[in-house]
């Protein structure tokens, strides 16, 4: 079966930390550079930060950089997200998915998507 899990949000207060993780079946996530997206409540979603598949290429939005890393754990096809200094406009349903990465930018690639795991940063 060919899916995507995100998890590991929660309700945090500003300034602390969360870490997400997001398991994806092999034929999504074997070869392929991975990629985490978010979407808050009427804003359209988008890219936090990317990595290809050797870890040797990675994107990262400029809301975030500093305070969000990326990695990835090829052997048990697991992405992960360390989320420090977590400020109350990080909040959003966090998703993960395949993508395109270049240099400085990040979109999704394929059809498939998680449920995705909701990350509430409070003030």
């Known amino acids: 079966q060919v899916q995507v899990v995100e998890s590991g949000g929660g309700l945090v207060q500003a300034g602390g930390s969360l870490r997400l993780s997001c398991t994806a079946s092999?034929?999504?996530?074997?070869?392929?550079?991975m990629g985490w997206f978010r979407q808050a409540p009427g804003k359209e979603r988008e890219a936090v930060s990317c990595?290809?598949?050797?870890?040797?290429?990675?994107y990262t939005a400029d809301s975030v950089k500093g305070r969000f890393t990326i990695s990835r754990n090829n052997p048990q096809n697991t992405v992960y997200l360390q989320m420090n200094s977590l400020k109350p406009e990080d909040t959003a349903m966090y998703y993960c998915?395949?993508?395109?990465?270049?240099?400085?930018?990040?979109?999704?690639?394929?059809?498939?998507w998680g449920k995705g795991t909701l990350v509430n940063i409070s003030s």
């Open positions: 998915a395949a993508v395109a990465l270049g240099s400085g930018w990040c979109v999704a690639a394929g059809d498939y």
């Open positions: 990595m290809n598949w050797n870890g040797r290429m990675t």
């Open positions: 092999r034929p999504i996530f074997n070869g392929n550079p």
